[in-house]
Nanobody, 128 residues
Framework: EVNLVESGGGSVEAGGSLRLSCAAS????????MGWFRQAPEKGREGVAV????????TYADSVKGRFVISRDNSKNIVYLQMDSLKPEDTAMYYC?????????????????????WGKGTLVTISS
């Protein structure tokens, strides 16, 4: 059974940092592209960052470039999202997702449509 479990969310003030983790199990993690997506209250889902199979290529939403970093540890089956200089508009439920498609980096702009597996999310709340 495939499982993606996010952790690390919480409430911080603007300017603060959080590191999200997503622990994967039940599939061959190193063969899958991984991504972080988010959904704010009353808004649609949007892509945040995507990382390819071996971590050599990443892509980010313009709104988080320079502030967020996605990384992965294939020995531990974990993908991370380091979030710095957080803003109130970063408040959202954050989801990790996985896909085997070789066009996975393009799924950032498609809000994750096409990702194969999803976690249940972790809530991030940023106060001003």
């Amino acid at each position: 059974e495939v499982n993606l479990v996010e952790s690390g969310g919480g409430s911080v003030e603007a300017g603060g940092s959080l590191r999200l983790s997503c622990a994967a199990s039940g599939y061959n993690f190193k063969n899958y592209c991984m991504g972080w997506f988010r959904q704010a209250p009353e808004k649609g889902r949007e892509g945040v960052a995507v990382i390819d199979y071996d971590g050599t290529t990443t892509t980010y939403a313009d709104s988080v470039k320079g502030r967020f970093v996605i990384s992965r540890d294939n020995s531990k089956n974990i993908v991370y999202l380091q979030m710095d200089s957080l803003k109130p508009e970063d408040t959202a439920m954050y989801y990790c997702a996985a896909t085997m498609t070789n066009t996975c980096l393009s799924l950032l702009s498609k809000a994750g449509d096409g990702m194969d597996y999803w976690g249940k999310g972790t809530l991030v709340t940023i106060s001003s």
